[in-house]
């Protein structure tokens, strides 16, 4: 019906190739996270022992299907490879080790999402190297890695963005409440038939 909507694959980066392949074609944008460059960290926080080689081999195809990001006029995405990276407290992220292998590895034309918004929820709070947000240090460590490295495509989040993107729990109707119990009456439809 002429209808084209980029189809976007958001994802923690941690994909077989195999399936990545039968995506190919119709995949238009993929948003995959780069989340260590430490199999150890990978293991201990995200149970995932593999998680370097693997998402290094999934973002790879992913650039290899849709290449550096194109935009149209208006400056909205239509195609192509966007990275997110979060900057995480104690290096523990491998920033400067996943940054440079992205810039020489992969492309220094790819396109990186840098998020400082981390902060310590759940049970990070009880973990001393999660519990707590990143420093300004760490934060300018990686503004610079992206200048020393010549990554310039993308976005870098303000210092401070972890309070704006934590969700308002005491909220009432907040995305996670209790969903209230039905007491009104259910009355039956109708049943409509062929005659």
């Known amino acids: 019906m002429g209808l084209r909507v980029p189809l976007v694959y958001n994802t923690s980066g941690y994909d077989s190739v195999a399936s990545l392949r039968e995506l190919d074609g119709i995949i238009s944008i ?3 996270d780069l989340r260590y460059a430490s199999d150890n960290w990978a293991k201990k926080f995200s149970r995932t022992p593999d998680y370097v080689a693997r998402a290094r081999q ?3 195809e992913m650039y290899r299907q849709v290449g550096d990001l194109v935009v149209d006029e208006s400056g909205s995405a239509q195609k192509g490879l966007i990275v997110r990276h979060l900057i995480l407290p104690n290096g523990l992220a491998g920033s400067e ?5 992205l810039a020489k590895e992969l492309c220094p034309t790819v ?3 840098i998020m400082s918004q981390y902060i310590p929820v759940h049970r990070a709070p009880r973990i001393p190297l999660l519990s707590r947000t990143i420093s300004l240090d760490e934060y300018e460590t990686v503004r610079q890695l992206l200048s020393d490295l010549g990554l310039e495509n993308g976005w870098i989040q303000e210092m401070g963005a972890a309070e704006n993107y934590l969700p308002d729990f ?21 049943v409509f038939r062929d005659h």
Not at 97 to 101: G, K, N, Q
Not at 170 to 190: A, Y
């Open 170 to 190: 005491e909220r009432e109707g907040h995305p996670f409440s209790p969903v209230p119990e039905r007491t009104e009456e259910l009355i039956p439809t109708k």
């Open 58 to 60: 999934a973002i790879r």
């Open 111 to 113: 396109t990186i999402s």
């Open 97 to 101: 080790e996943s940054l440079t292998w």
């Open 30 to 32: 993929y948003l995959p």
